[in-house]
């Protein structure tokens, strides 16, 4: 019989599973209860029962009961004063004979409470255990020394279920009979080896059932009892993974060092803080000249151009600090043999698990080439732009696609635009209206892909400020593609301020027409020249004429030799009057103070004066013998004047005809210097007076001293 006793308050009775079977149950105070198989007991029975305390009261009461009870409570509360709390006794009784009869009952109690408690900790440690076994990733098995199975967990079940074994199958059997015998061939020395004695550790390859290859590792420990081995655990693990993923590492890293020397650029691996050289490919050694050992033993400071190492270490120290992503720059090393070469380095940091970086990786692209030619290019850029400032000339593109023009800062100024580009369209809103057909012709000829033409177009343009201004642009097209799929991509070329040229191309033209006008007048002032010689000295006509040719000839000189630049007005005066030198001073008065004359006027006065003296000789006052003309010049205040005035000549009348003398004389001084011009033909001979601000006229310089001279009249 089992009692729990000491509980405080009532005991709940545990009741009867099974025959033969007796309970007892014992409060804290004096309540007892029997239940069961207390008259058999009383018969003369003797039981043995384990159970817990109960409420009822059993009616049989005698003399046995009673002394069970006193014997009972009496332990119970002994047991209770030494436990302090609920405990568990086995308690036996066994009835007292006298004279065939039972006249009492002999009990004993065991206090196995500890006992209890190490059984119910033991079957909640097998089963922490048989948790543990059954839920890890590893398969582990007991056997004894004839290697037949005792135990298999959970994941070790599962394995052989791939197998095709059932795990109910599996206890009691031999492992050669579960396993393959290519398997066991190679457990079994480690088997035979752990049960000597020894821990063994190792891996193996098997098949399962569809044919797919496994690794495992599986370690066997041996079971010792009394100093003796009676069987063997072992642990296998499934590391089929592992292998594949080591295989792909071994095979990952073959491909990476095959790349990383094979490479055609450089590769490199460095330390992150010292710059040290880790590994160094072939590419890269024969880029910089150095052997391997040599460059192991370097760092990659070391071979770095002087003007970048500093340039460099900060955005080294960035990358590593995880404060930029990618290190890319354009740099140049020191060869091995002194010489410089440039190269495009991308670096990259290699970090481990928690971010620290453990190497530095870099790719080295040779572009040495490259650089030397950038330098060749911007040379030669260089040469053009000073060809083109020589030149005065503009660079220009047009992008047909995007229909926009764009040029460089003299084409800039030349267009009257100061952004980079501009659209077409706005650009051909300074061209001149009557010019914008012809423009846009030379455009569209020089883009057709099936015939194009090179582009030389003159045209007007109009400025912000009004003014109108010359252009010539030289440009020629350039395609891709081939048949119809051909088609222009860009049009560049030159663009010019021929507005000077334009000036002296229309002066040209008007010289064309005076050096044919004056081939004319030259051969009437030399036939004049001739006839006044002839009569006035007939024996010295030879010598005389020639005179009078010479003095032609050194007008034309002086004209020649000052290109109308700045020329003096007495000079101007005498070259005019060259053929007619003879009369200076008798019939021809010339009075007037130093002046110079811009180039501008002295080329349309001098003109007029040529064209006086010629009508003067041909039919005015030179042309008899007492006419006379008198030439004068000066200026009042801010303003000049010069007259030509005959007298005593023959009658003159003002021609039907207004010939290009008359233009010259009038027009084109007037024009040139922004004056006014008197031409009258009285009866008294012919008047011609120019009146004009000085300014227009006279050099800075001449204008600066106002001569005042007094103008003297015929």
Excluded at 283 to 302: I, S
Excluded at 411 to 438: G, N, R, T, W, Y
Aim: contains cysteine; charged residues 25%; proline residues 3%.
């Amino acid at each position: 019989m089992t009692l729990f006793v000491g509980q405080a308050g009532s005991l709940k009775t545990y009741a009867s599973q099974a025959a033969g079977l007796a309970v007892v149950a014992i409060t804290a105070g004096v309540l007892i209860s029997w239940w069961g198989e207390l008259p058999s007991l009383l018969r003369g029975g003797s039981t043995g029962i384990d159970g817990s305390p109960v409420q009822a009261v059993w009616w049989t009461i005698g003399l046995a009961v009673l002394l069970v009870v006193a014997l009972a409570l009496l332990l119970g509360w002994i047991i209770a004063r030494l436990a302090g709390h609920a405990a568990r006794a086995h308690v036996c009784f066994k009835p007292e004979w006298r004279d065939g009869k039972v006249v009492g009952a002999v009990g004993a109690s065991i206090n196995n409470t500890r006992l209890k408690r190490a059984e119910a900790a033991l079957r909640q440690s097998e089963r922490q255990l048989r948790l543990v076994t059954d839920n890890a990733p590893v398969g582990i098995v007991h056997c004894d020394t004839e290697l037949r199975y005792k135990f298999i967990n959970r994941y070790h079940a599962q394995r052989l279920k791939v197998l095709g074994v059932s795990p109910d199958e599996v206890i009691g059997k031999r492992i050669s009979e579960v396993i393959d015998d290519k398997l066991f061939a190679i457990v079994e020395p480690y088997a035979r080896e752990c049960l000597a004695g020894k821990a063994v550790e190792f891996e193996a390859e098997a098949s399962n059932r569809i044919g797919e290859l496994q690794f495992l590792h599986l370690r066997f420990e041996p079971e010792w009892k009394n100093g003796k081995v009676v069987g063997l655990v072992s642990a296998g693990t499934d590391i089929t993974r592992l292998k594949c993923a080591e295989a792909a590492l071994r095979e990952s890293e073959a491909t990476f060092r095959a790349m990383f020397e094979i490479s055609s650029v450089g590769k490199i691996e460095v330390e992150p803080e010292s710059g040290r050289f880790l590994r160094v490919n072939a590419a890269m050694r024969k880029f910089v000249g150095y052997t391997e050992a040599e460059l192991l033993a370097r760092t990659v400071y070391d071979i770095t151009h002087p003007d970048e190492r500093d340039r460099d270490r900060e955005p080294l120290r960035r990358l590593v600090a995880g404060e930029s992503d990618v290190f890319d720059v354009e740099k140049r090393y020191i060869r091995k043999d002194g010489n410089a070469v440039w190269a495009r380095v991308t670096v990259n940091v290699i970090r481990d698990g928690s971010g620290r970086p453990l190497r530095n990786t870099a790719v080295i692209q040779d572009i040495n080439a490259r650089k030397q030619a950038e330098q060749a290019l911007l040379a030669s850029n260089d040469r053009l732009q000073i060809a083109l400032d020589a030149a005065q000339l503009g660079s220009w593109q047009y992008d047909p696609f995007r229909r926009v023009f764009s040029g460089d800062t003299r084409c800039q100024e030349i267009f009257d635009f100061s952004k980079d580009e501009a659209a077409i369209e706005e650009v051909m809103k300074q061209v001149h209206p009557d010019d914008v057909e012809k423009v846009l012709g030379a455009i569209e000829a020089s883009l057709d892909p099936v015939d194009p033409k090179r582009s030389a177009t003159e045209f007007r343009l109009r400025r912000a400020d009004g003014e109108v201004r010359w252009v010539e642009t030289l440009g020629l097209a350039y395609f891709e593609g081939k048949g119809r799929e051909r088609q222009a991509v860009g049009f560049g070329g030159t663009a010019q301020d021929i507005t000077e040229r334009k000036e002296r191309e229309e002066k040209e033209h008007l010289l064309m027409r005076e050096i044919n006008h004056r081939a004319k007048n030259m051969l009437s002032v030399v036939h004049s020249i001739a006839q006044q010689t002839a009569t006035q000295n007939p024996k010295n006509f030879v010598e005389s004429f020639s005179e009078r040719i010479q003095a032609l000839s050194a007008n034309q000189d002086l004209l020649v030799r000052n290109e109308w630049q700045g020329v003096d007005l007495g000079d101007l005066v005498n070259a005019q009057l060259a053929p007619f030198a003879g009369l200076i001073g008798s019939r021809i008065v010339v009075h007037g103070p130093k002046l110079c004359l811009k180039p501008a006027s002295a080329q349309a006065i001098g003109l007029a004066l040529h064209e006086l003296a010629t009508n003067a000789g041909k039919y005015g006052s030179l042309s008899a013998d007492t006419g006379q003309v008198y030439v004068y010049w000066g200026t009042v205040g801010d303003t000049f004047t010069m007259s030509w005035t005959e007298r005593d000549g023959p009658s003159v009348s003002a021609p039907k005809r207004r010939g290009f003398g008359t233009v010259v004389m009038e027009a084109m001084v007037e024009r040139s210097v922004d004056g006014k011009v008197d031409h009258d033909y009285a009866l008294s001979g012919v008047t011609w007076r120019l009146t004009c601000p000085a300014a227009n006229a006279l050099e800075h310089r001449e204008h600066e001293k106002r001569p005042r001279v007094r103008m003297l009249r015929a």
